[in-house]
């Protein structure tokens, strides 16, 4: 099970953590990916960790490129995404997900959070 927490309003520039918190299995066989979703839009993949060594990987696209930085805790089987200098453009809903691999496709993840909203004001 993973559950995400920590989003929310916030105006453009400002910063907002987002936690995933995987219970029920052991995660370090796992890849945690963080992927968001605007309205009428496909399901994005922003950035992935794996969980074992903690090589990250992000998207190739630049909207998100230092800006944003995935990190995990072992300890508390949780998965953080640090979005700093928000943009109108970031506003989403972001979803954490588990899979045996750190790649783009979400069809390739197997477990998902419920989703968080992210809404950025101009």
């Known amino acids: 099970q993973l559950v995400e927490s920590g989003g929310g309003l916030v105006q453009a520039g400002g910063s907002l953590r987002l936690s995933c918190a995987a219970s029920?299995?052991?995660?370090?066989?796992?890849?945690g990916g963080w992927f968001r979703q605007a309205p009428g839009k496909e399901r994005e993949f922003v950035a992935a960790i794996r969980w074992s060594v903690g090589a990250t990987y992000y998207t190739d696209s630049d909207s998100v490129k230092g800006r944003f930085t995935i990190s995990r805790d072992s300890a508390k089987n949780t998965v953080y995404l640090q979005m700093n200098s928000l943009k109108p453009e970031d506003t989403a809903v972001y979803y954490c997900?588990?899979?045996?691999?750190?790649?783009?496709?979400?069809?390739?993840?197997?477990?998902w959070g419920q989703g968080t909203q992210v809404t950025v004001s101009s």
């Open positions: 029920g299995r052991t995660v370090s066989a796992y890849c």
């Open positions: 997900a588990a899979g045996p691999y750190c790649v783009r496709n979400p069809t390739d993840y197997n477990y």
